[in-house]
């Protein structure tokens, strides 16, 4: 697989991680009882960007090693998949 599109692959699985990362412990201004004037009750309380990209970057590590395992030593690739669409030759 050449760079550009394993990178392209990983970068779509960081991305749709992260939405997956983002709410997990979680606490919002409304759980903590501390609201801060003009902000929304669900607003997080305190945002750890840190903590949130560091186990987006581990959990979407293991995930596309988990691929690439699968497309290098057992052959299993996109092409794999069954098709939806029927094929019109």
Do not use: K
Not at 19 to 42: C, H, K, W, Y
């Amino acid at each position: 697989m050449q760079f550009l599109s394993a990178f392209a692959v990983y970068f779509i699985i960081w991305w749709i991680t992260l939405f997956m990362i983002l709410p997990i412990g979680l606490r919002t201004q409304a759980d903590e009882n501390e609201i801060v004037p003009g902000s929304a009750e669900s607003a997080p309380a305190r945002f750890r960007g840190g903590r949130v990209v560091l186990l987006t970057t581990l959990v979407s590590g293991i995930i596309y090693g988990g691929w690439l395992v699968a497309e290098t030593w057992f052959g299993i690739s996109f092409d794999s998949l069954p098709t939806i669409l029927p094929s019109f030759e």
